[in-house]
Every structure is written in structure tokens, then in C-alpha cells.
């Protein structure tokens, strides 16, 4: 786990357990590929994430993913002392996206039988050796099993291999225009909304770190 940008000033009358930070902290879990960004005036405590992932066919998948083809991730933050917290302000996660395959929906898991669909925006950034690859950007409000479900492959009748998959080369980050409305790639698919409050607009404006910070950097595809 790397931690980025990490600055804290005590909050008035309060002790140093409850410190804020004074800019924006990325915490980027190298192996699974997973960042959160921790907004301004957040709890300064938050040093660490914990990430199980799950796959397609795993042995404990939740029953509301059995038909599907996903990534899931168990996002924990943690303190320094390896304690679980919860954020008290809105959180910017990215999300990798399996090489070849296009997102159909993000999703958050508060139990294994439900599912409650999230906005979310694509985007890419590139690794350590400068490849690019595919990611998705959304906020989170709490913290437990969000998940990436894909879309099915579609099998020409000619060839009888996968349709591949336009990917958008230029690295652009979320405007503030992408935040209230539905947006244009510039591959021609459509991007969902990712609301309209002002807080989202503010931290999906932050995914400009996704290519500065070099987020996943160095995790291992987990498919092929």
C-alpha cells in the first residue's frame, strides 16, 4: 500500500485522534490495483486500505453475482494500528478493469442477495512500463464489497472471436460537466452520470491523479 499526499492539522478542541487532512491522500493498493482518494478535511487517521478481491467462479461468490463475469473487491480502510474505519466524507475510488473486457455496471454489495448499482465513469492510466489499461472511477460512501460487472462478450459469426474492444488512448480526466450530465467519450460510447452534487464534481475532478500519480503502477493482471 502506498500512501500519497498526506498532510493533517489537529481539528479545534479535539483530540489528535480526531485530525483532519489539509489536501487530498491517495491510498493505492499496488497488487489488487485499487486507489482511494481521501477529500480534504478527512480523517487523518486513515493511513491504510485492506482489499480482498473475488473473481468470476470463486468459491464464495455472492448469490446476486453467480450468473455474471466480475471483479470484486473488499475495500477496508484501515488506522495505523490496523483498526477498519469508516470515511466521514465522500470518497473518490478507481477501480481496475480487466484487459478486453468493457464495464457494464459498478456495483456495491451490503449483503451477498443485493446489489445497488453506482455512477461511475471510464477512464485509463498506464503502469510502470507505460501500457495502458483500463479503469473505472466512481464515489463511495461507505466501505464493503463494491464490484465491476461486465458486459458479455459478443462472438462474431465469422470468425467466432470475441468483438474487441475500442479503447480510448488519451488519458482525460472527469470534467465538471461529466459530473452533472452524461458525457461523450471520445470513442463515441456514452458515459453514465455521476451526479450532480457539488462534492462529486469536486472529487471526480481529482481523477486527473489517475495518470500524475501512476495509480497501479505495478499490480499483476489477475486474467488473461
Known amino acids: 500500500m502506498i500512501d500519497k499526499g498526506s498532510t493533517t492539522v489537529p481539528t479545534p478542541n479535539q483530540s489528535s485522534e480526531k485530525e483532519v487532512l489539509t489536501s487530498s491522500k491517495t491510498l493505492i493498493d499496488s497488487t489488487n490495483g485499487v486507489s482511494v482518494i481521501l477529500e480534504e478535511g478527512e480523517l487523518a487517521s486513515i493511513v491504510g486500505i485492506k482489499i480482498t478481491h473475488k473473481e468470476t467462479s470463486d468459491a464464495q461468490t455472492p448469490s ?33 478493469v480487466d484487459d478486453g473486457k468493457e464495464v457494464a455496471r459498478v456495483v456495491y454489495l451490503p449483503n451477498t442477495s443485493t446489489e445497488e448499482s453506482l455512477e461511475f465513469t471510464s477512464t485509463n492510466y498506464r503502469d510502470e512500463s507505460g501500457q495502458l489499461h483500463q479503469a473505472v472511477v466512481f464515489v463511495a460512501k461507505h466501505f464493503s464489497d463494491y464490484g465491476l460487472v461486465y458486459k458479455k462478450e459478443t462472438v462474431s459469426t465469422t470468425d467466432n472471436q470475441p468483438t474487441p474492444l475500442a479503447v480510448n488512448t488519451k488519458q482525460d480526466a472527469p470534467s465538471s460537466t461529466q459530473a452533472s450530465a452524461s458525457t461523450t467519450a471520445k470513442d463515441g460510447k456514452t458515459l453514465p452520470k455521476t451526479g450532480d452534487a457539488d462534492t462529486t464534481s469536486a472529487l471526480l475532478g481529482l481523477s486527473l491523479v489517475v495518470g500524475g500519480l501512476g495509480i497501479a503502477t505495478s499490480y499483476r493482471r489477475r486474467k488473461n
Do not use: C, H, M, R
Open 64 to 96: 446476486v453475482l453467480a450468473s455474471e463475469d466480475y471483479d470484486l473487491f473488499d475495500i477496508i480502510l484501515l488506522d495505523k494500528d490496523g483498526n477498519s474505519l469508516q470515511p466521514t466524507k465522500d470518497t473518490l475510488v478507481i477501480l481496475p
